[in-house]
């Protein structure tokens, strides 16, 4: 556990970064989990966040990377650090920024993984068959109806899974063409929606009735689309998850290429693919700087090679 002091420090600067930047509750958590783990370090060498040097910090990196660490896990311990020295200067905690120096890891920039648009329906077809299997009770079918619906919204809008797992009841009124998303930052953005992702979530409410005898419990009549009897009040990432992972062995995929965030990166790429402009994606993602989309360049460079071969008059035939 971090020092006394140290522990203080972390809730000051938790609540700077929620109170005047908007992080949520996953980016406040991240960022505690990174400094709590640097704290316990330095009180090993007899030092605290007002005391520590740029050695100590170095030798925290090399721990690091003794650890096992990944390049990024890494990297972003570095930005932790920081953010947190950058603070503790502004604030006057300390007279210098020990971090201000440091280098990093140097990070390759990873292309995201991605499904074909046939990986994809291979998902929808078998959630689809899962939900009209004969002979399973109201609540198989439910929760069959509840995957299918999840998948169908996922990729027709590629929400963050926070953001789906998060969203209210209201998002399935029957008119509805577009749905408010509260993203990250707690800023809000307009998605739009697909036939098909509307009808998953009207077939799934009527099951959400049937498997409650006909009439809405005071679970389903609560503020969440994807209601649960847990903390939160709706449905966890991680149980999302692991029922994709489940559906990907049933559709014949392999589990570790699935996951809520590879279908948001499918839904982007694909998008890309057949000439949705670059800004447009942005806005659908909710990524506030275009150089976070521009990770998927690769599909609008590939695309453009393309044209060019097949339209360009002096192009092989």
């Given at each position: 556990m971090a020092a006394s002091s140290d522990a203080q420090l972390i809730h000051l600067f938790l609540d700077m970064l929620a109170a005047e930047q908007g992080a949520g509750i996953n980016t406040l958590a991240a960022y505690r989990g990174d400094l709590e783990d640097l704290s316990d370090f330095i009180a090993h060498q007899g030092k605290s966040f007002v005391s520590a040097d740029t050695q100590s910090l170095r030798d925290y990196l090399a721990d690091l990377d003794t650890r096992g660490f990944k390049s990024s896990s890494v990297a972003r311990r570095l930005s932790s650090m920081r953010h947190l020295f950058r603070f503790l200067l502004n604030e006057r905690r300390r007279e210098d920024d020990p971090a201000a120096i440091l280098s990093g890891p140097k990070r390759a920039r990873t292309l995201p993984k991605v499904l074909s648009i046939a990986d994809v329906d291979r998902l929808l077809e078998k959630a689809r068959q899962l939900a009209e299997t004969p002979e399973q009770s109201p609540l198989q079918t439910f929760r069959a109806l509840r995957l299918c619906c999840l998948l169908e919204v996922l990729y027709a809008t590629g929400l963050r899974v926070s953001e789906l797992v998060a969203l209210p009841l209201s998002a399935a009124r029957r008119d509805a063409r577009m749905i408010v998303?509260?993203?990250?930052?707690?800023?809000?953005?307009?998605?739009?929606?697909?036939?098909?992702s509307r009808q998953a979530m009207a077939d799934y409410l009527a099951a959400m009735e049937a498997a409650h005898g006909g009439k809405t419990s005071a679970l389903a009549r609560g503020k969440w689309l994807?209601?649960?009897?847990?903390?939160?009040?709706?449905?966890t990432r991680q149980h999302f998850a692991r029922d994709l992972k489940e559906l990907a062995a049933a559709a014949g995929l392999p589990p570790r290429i699935v996951s809520p965030h590879v279908l948001r990166h499918a839904f982007a790429s694909h998008l890309l693919h057949n000439g949705a402009d670059l800004r447009i994606v942005q806005t659908l993602l909710g990524h506030t700087d275009i150089s976070t989309t521009q990770i998927y360049t690769h599909v609008v460079e590939e695309r453009l090679k393309s044209l060019v071969r097949d339209l360009h008059p002096l192009a092989e035939k």
């Amino acid at each position: 556990m971090a020092a006394s002091s140290d522990a203080q420090l972390i809730h000051l600067f938790l609540d700077m970064l929620a109170a005047e930047q908007g992080a949520g509750i996953n980016t406040l958590a991240a960022y505690r989990g990174d400094l709590e783990d640097l704290s316990d370090f330095i009180a090993h060498q007899g030092k605290s966040f007002v005391s520590a040097d740029t050695q100590s910090l170095r030798d925290y990196l090399a721990d690091l990377d003794t650890r096992g660490f990944k390049s990024s896990s890494v990297a972003r311990r570095l930005s932790s650090m920081r953010h947190l020295f950058r603070f503790l200067l502004n604030e006057r905690r300390r007279e210098d920024d020990p971090a201000a120096i440091l280098s990093g890891p140097k990070r390759a920039r990873t292309l995201p993984k991605v499904l074909s648009i046939a990986d994809v329906d291979r998902l929808l077809e078998k959630a689809r068959q899962l939900a009209e299997t004969p002979e399973q009770s109201p609540l198989q079918t439910f929760r069959a109806l509840r995957l299918c619906c999840l998948l169908e919204v996922l990729y027709a809008t590629g929400l963050r899974v926070s953001e789906l797992v998060a969203l209210p009841l209201s998002a399935a009124r029957r008119d509805a063409r577009m749905i408010v998303v509260r993203g990250k930052g707690n800023k809000e953005r307009l998605v739009p929606l697909n036939q098909s992702s509307r009808q998953a979530m009207a077939d799934y409410l009527a099951a959400m009735e049937a498997a409650h005898g006909g009439k809405t419990s005071a679970l389903a009549r609560g503020k969440w689309l994807f209601p649960s009897s847990g903390d939160s009040g709706h449905l966890t990432r991680q149980h999302f998850a692991r029922d994709l992972k489940e559906l990907a062995a049933a559709a014949g995929l392999p589990p570790r290429i699935v996951s809520p965030h590879v279908l948001r990166h499918a839904f982007a790429s694909h998008l890309l693919h057949n000439g949705a402009d670059l800004r447009i994606v942005q806005t659908l993602l909710g990524h506030t700087d275009i150089s976070t989309t521009q990770i998927y360049t690769h599909v609008v460079e590939e695309r453009l090679k393309s044209l060019v071969r097949d339209l360009h008059p002096l192009a092989e035939k």
